[in-house]
Structures are given as structure tokens and as C-alpha cells.
């Protein structure tokens, strides 16, 4: 243990969505890779700046969503065919049209639960704490500013340098961020 | 541009004047000069800091006294069982089966609102779609509550869902009323996802502004540790969107669902193939109404009127009237096609239904709902506030009618004379319907009290685009 704080990263802050869009792309520019931005709302193309891919929600929310309809229809054949056999109106156990509206809702609720699973799982949350909430000036982060975070353990973070750079990109505050 | 005033005489003096579009209708979504901070503040504030008006301590008080009526229905109910209401054969599908489809119906416009229009781009929901959205859900659970209600038997719910049960049975996965099951509660259980996800974000404004500890906590524990993070924030809009898809096809479904349940029984009057997408176009109609019977006070008492302008209540309104159109020719369908059949049942149950002892109430529903709504063409209407809610109100009573004449006269006389008999609703049957009204409005009031009722990042994101539009 050191008396001296972990360092998390440099946190620039910026007044626009335009800005902090820009400034991620000179970073990824520049060679940095390991780097966050945190907006007060989803700006498009920031992400992809940053030389991020497309996500994975999708794949997951597809599987959801055949896993629900194939393990309904599953669960429906099973019981009306197999374990519980009943006549109805000398209508045939496989009946499928009447299987219909329940496959289809269950495909539904998989993938829906899938894709807010899904969501949090890959985003590592729910997580209380981390270290960008130590720099006073984040609690602006949800109402009106905007965040770009290198973290130190970018291989070509180098505390003069990245701070450095980062000036030179007009922000309005440069911050070290604490573990 | 020319700033034009409308005809909106209930805004005070100080609210900026609107930029309107050439066809005379507000234009803009926001009133001008907003910025990130002002939109968080007016709508945070609401949840955190304002004082609240006393009208809302009003309001909920009436709302949790007919809640408590509610409890003492459902209290009554469970001790003497159904006989306290007016079911008996022949209709042994009363109050409780209407009221669940109007519940049921008012709930759709806000899945309506919140998906639907999320995938057409129509940006004007963003102000509205949170409200509607919990509106959505407290509906559907007053609906929820009316089937259980009416089982008989409710401690054992449960035999209706597919578990493995020690008595070697299955659910009869052939059956609308099965059917019912999977579609309410996937319908409630993805609303509720759909909410909380697009939640998540403001719960997280609200926790930087929170000035008390406890507000803090909750509303930490709630926000997941949202930190606005790009990545983040991409992955969320991918599963918002997703859900968004996932909830338009439930929407459509649902009610679909709800009228099978008479459309596959053999009944004259149920048994019509147009019913599935009449019911829909009937859920989104009442839904609306609720939409603007709700909004109309709730915005005037909170001094929302420069995030909710008169573009929502004009567009709100045309949907109304959009709706209710297709209503009116489900109306003149089932008339027709009971004369088009040459069936001697069919043909009886519709003299039957406009001129049979319950007929006032079908000409009742055909005023309230169909012709009422016809004020609607005229802008003056749809601008005038006082107007519009009493057009809601009136569709919202005439839904109710609908569901009543479609229920209970087509069960009252079927096919032998001698099975016919009359429906009388008692003191307990009122009483849960009223009940249900006092549960979703301490539902809702509650959830203005403790939530942000406005999508703030999504407003957000309004604002940055008019910033873009002035550059």
C-alpha cells in the first residue's frame, strides 16, 4: 500500500457533444486506445470515434428471442402431445395454429429480458462506485457536460504528455482521476 | 419568422411566444432558448426541490380514499366470492371482464407513443413518452387484477401457469384464456423493462442533484451506477431500440389476444374475425383519451407547457380522431355483416343490441364515442384545452360502453329464449371499477411525486438538435 492514490486517468471536459466527438477522434488518433467518454446523453458516433465496434446487443436479443420461441413451442408440443394428451373437439394433439399466440409471446419476454440483460452484463453495472465519481466536476457529467477520460493503463499514457495533449485540445478543465 | 399566437388562452403572459408551422400549428417541440441545464432543472426539480402544489395532496387524497374502497371490495369479495356482484347465468362475464379490456386498452397508447413512434422518428413523443409509458403500466396492472378477481378462486391463481404440478396437469394451451395469461403479463413484464431501461439515466441525474442522504441512496441504488459512459450509452440505445421493436409487435398483439377470448367463442356478437384489429384500433383511441384527460391537468398544474406544447395535444388529438374513425367503421362492419349473413341469430343479436332493453346504452356508446369525437376536425377544438378534455372524457366513457355492450348484450340473449335473462350491476360492482380508478391514479400521482414524469436525456437530446438547427 503507498501513500500516493492509484491514478485512474486524465479527464478533459468540454461544453458540446461536437467537441468531445472531435476530441475522442484526435485521441484515437494520437494512439490512444484504452479511453471513456461519459455524455448527459447518447451522442451518436462517439463510441465509433473512440474505434469502438458495433455492439453485441443484437446477437444476444436473436438468441433471446429463438431460445423463447423454440422452448415455448417446445414446452406446448410437450404438453399436449406427449405428457397431458387431451381430445379436444377430435381436433389433433398437434394442433399448431392454437400454439401460435403463446410461441409468440414468450419469443417476445425472452428477448426483451435478453436485450436488458444483455445491456447491464456487458456494461459491468450495476457497479456503485468507480473512480471517474471522485473528480467533483463529473457531477455535471449528468446534466450538461461532457467527459473524455485516457486511462492510465493505455500503454502510451504518460501523465505529461497525455495532459499535454489534452490541453491542446481546448477542454474546459483537465483532471487527474483517482482510484 | 413570424410568431403567430394560437388559440390557446389558458398560457400565462410570460411563456415566449411559438414559432408556428404554415399550417398555423405550433411548430416547435420546446419553447426557445432551452438549454441542457434549464430542461434537467425544470423537470429534476419537480422530483427533488419543488414545493407541491396542494392540488396534488388534493388529488391524491381522493385517489388513495377510492383505493381504499377498492380494498374493501376486493376484502368482501374474497370472504362471500362473486355472488356479491351481479354475474349469473346467462351473464357470468360482468363488470370484471369489461373493465379488463378497458383497462387493458388504456394502457396501449402509451406503448403506442413509446415504441412505435420511437421507430417512425416522430420526435414530438420524447416529452411525452415516460408519462405514457407509466401510465401504461399502472393500467395494465388494474387490468391484471380483474381476472383474478373474477376467478372464484383466486388463492390458486397459479394452476393457470405451466408448472410442474404434483396433480399431473397441464394448462389447456389450446385456450384463448390461456392465451390471455402469457400475452398480459409478457405485455406488462416487457413494459416494465422497456420503462426502467430508459429510466436509468435520469434516476442517475437525479442522484448527482439528490440533496438529502436518503435520496441519494435510493435513487443510487436504483441508477445501477449509470455513469454516462460513450460505451455504455451505445449499447443502451442498441437495447432501447431492440426493446422498442420487441414492444410494437406486443402492442398490436396483446389486444388481439384479449379479443380472442370472444372472437373464438361461437357466441353472435363475439364470434367476428374483424374483432382483432378493431380492438386494437379501439385500445390506442381510449388509450389517447386517457393520455389527454391526464396530461392536460398534470402539465397546467407543473408548468410543463414549454416542454409539452400544443403540437403533442394538436397530434394526440388527430391520432384520437384517426382511431376513432377506424372505431366507427368497426361499428357499421359488425351492423353489416349481422345483416350481410342472413343468420337469424346474428341479425337478433344487433336489433337486439340497438333496441333491446340495454339499447340506450348502445346509443349512448354511439354519441359518446362516435359522434362527440367528430368536434375534432376542428382546430379550434384541438387547440382548446377545456374542449379536448371533455372530448377525451367522452371517448374514455364511451370505451367503457363499447366493452359493456360487447360483453353483456351479446350474453343476455343468445341462442334460446329460454336461457335469456338480464344483468344488473350491484353496489360491489361499482365499487371495484371505481376502486380500479382510485388505484391507477395513486399509482400515478405517486410516480410524479417520486420520478422524473419527462425523459430528461431524451430532451437532451432535443435541445442539442435545435442548437444544431440555430448553427
Known amino acids: 500500500m503507498t501513500a500516493t492514490p492509484k491514478l485512474h486517468g486524465l479527464m478533459a471536459e468540454f461544453v458540446d457533444h461536437e467537441l468531445v466527438i472531435a476530441a475522442a477522434e484526435r485521441a484515437h488518433a494520437e494512439g490512444y486506445r484504452r479511453m471513456d467518454a461519459y455524455t448527459p446523453f447518447p451522442v451518436e458516433g462517439l463510441s465509433e470515434a473512440m474505434g469502438h465496434k458495433r455492439t453485441e446487443i443484437p446477437l444476444i436479443v436473436l438468441l433471446g428471442a429463438l431460445c423463447g420461441g423454440g422452448g415455448g413451442y417446445f414446452m406446448i408440443w410437450y404438453a399436449s402431445v406427449v405428457d397431458y394428451p387431451h381430445n379436444i373437439g377430435g381436433r389433433p394433439f398437434h394442433s399448431w395454429p392454437a400454439f401460435v399466440p403463446i410461441t409468440f409471446e414468450l419469443t417476445i419476454l425472452l428477448a426483451a429480458i435478453s436485450a436488458v440483460v444483455g445491456m447491464l452484463v456487458l456494461n459491468r453495472l450495476p457497479r456503485p462506485h468507480h473512480p471517474v465519481f471522485n473528480v467533483p466536476e463529473f457531477a455535471r457529467a449528468s446534466t450538461d457536460r461532457f467527459f473524455l477520460c485516457i486511462e492510465a493503463d493505455d500503454p502510451k499514457f504518460d501523465l505529461k504528455a497525455t495532459r499535454a495533449f489534452l490541453e491542446s485540445l481546448k477542454p474546459e478543465t483537465v483532471k487527474e482521476v483517482v482510484e | ?471
Open chain 2, 1 to 471: 419568422m413570424n410568431p403567430e399566437t394560437n388559440n390557446e388562452s389558458t398560457r400565462s403572459d410570460r411563456t415566449p411566444k411559438w414559432p408556428a408551422s404554415p399550417l398555423g400549428y405550433p411548430s416547435s417541440l420546446l419553447a426557445p432558448g432551452e438549454s441542457y441545464e434549464s430542461v434537467t432543472d425544470s423537470i429534476g426539480s419537480i422530483v427533488l426541490a419543488q414545493k407541491h402544489p396542494r392540488s396534488w395532496l388534493f388529488g391524491f387524497a381522493v385517489a388513495f380514499a377510492l383505493l381504499m374502497l377498492l380494498l374493501m371490495a376486493i376484502g368482501w369479495l374474497f370472504y362471500k366470492g362473486v355472488g356479491i356482484w351481479g354475474i349469473n347465468v346467462p351473464v357470468a362475464w360482468g363488470f370484471a371482464i369489461v373493465n379488463f379490456v378497458w383497462w387493458i386498452g388504456i394502457g396501449h397508447a402509451g406503448t403506442f407513443i413509446s415504441a412505435i413512434l420511437l421507430l417512425l422518428h416522430q420526435k414530438w413523443r420524447t416529452s411525452i413518452n415516460r408519462f405514457t409509458e407509466a401510465m401504461t403500466l399502472f393500467a395494465v396492472a388494474c387490468a391484471g387484477l380483474f381476472p383474478l378477481l373474477h376467478l372464484g378462486r383466486p388463492q390458486v391463481f397459479y394452476w393457470i401457469l405451466p408448472y410442474p404440478d404434483t396433480m399431473g396437469l397441464w394448462p389447456q394451451f389450446r385456450s384463448p384464456l390461456v392465451w390471455d395469461v402469457f400475452a398480459v403479463s409478457t405485455y406488462f413484464t416487457v413494459s416494465l423493462i422497456f420503462w426502467y431501461v430508459g429510466l436509468i439515466p435520469d434516476l442517475a441525474t437525479l442522484r448527482d442533484r439528490a440533496t438529502t442522504r436518503a435520496k441519494k441512496i435510493i435513487l443510487g441504488i436504483t441508477a445501477l451506477g449509470w455513469r454516462g459512459s460513450a460505451r455504455h450509452w451505445q449499447r443502451h440505445q442498441a437495447a432501447y431500440l431492440l426493446l422498442a421493436g420487441l414492444a410494437t409487435p406486443l402492442v398490436l398483439s396483446v389486444h388481439s389476444v384479449v379479443s380472442f377470448d370472444f372472437a373464438v367463442g361461437m357466441l353472435p356478437g363475439w364470434h367476428s374475425t374483424i374483432f382483432p384489429p378493431y380492438f386494437v384500433a379501439g385500445a390506442i383511441y381510449s388509450g389517447f383519451a386517457m393520455v389527454l384527460n391526464i396530461i392536460i391537468p398534470v402539465r397546467k398544474l407543473y408548468h410543463l407547457e414549454h416542454m409539452i406544447t400544443m403540437r403533442h395535444m394538436n397530434n394526440a388529438a388527430n391520432v384520437m380522431l384517426a382511431t376513432g374513425m377506424m372505431v366507427t367503421y368497426g361499428y357499421i362492419m359488425e351492423a353489416f355483416m349481422a345483416w350481410y349473413s342472413g343468420d337469424v341469430f346474428e341479425r337478433y343479436m344487433m336489433a337486439n343490441r340497438a333496441f333491446g332493453p340495454y339499447g340506450w346504452i348502445f346509443w349512448g356508446l354511439i354519441l359518446f364515442n362516435v359522434l362527440v369525437p367528430q368536434l375534432l376536425w376542428s382546430k379550434r377544438v384541438r387547440t382548446n384545452l377545456v374542449a379536448l378534455f371533455f372530448v377525451a372524457l367522452s371517448v374514455n366513457i364511451g370505451m367503457w360502453l363499447e366493452r359493456f355492450v360487447i360483453v353483456i348484450t351479446s350474453l343476455h340473449r343468445d341462442f334460446v329464449p329460454s336461457s335469456w335473462g338480464m344483468y344488473y350491476p350491484t353496489f360491489w360492482d361499482w365499487a371495484t371499477l371505481f376502486g380500479s380508478i382510485g388505484l391507477f391514479l395513486t399509482l400515478l400521482f405517486l410516480f410524479i411525486r417520486f420520478l422524473p414524469m419527462i425523459s430528461i436525456s431524451e430532451v437532451r437530446e432535443l435541445v442539442a438538435e435545435e442548437k444544431e438547427g440555430h448553427k
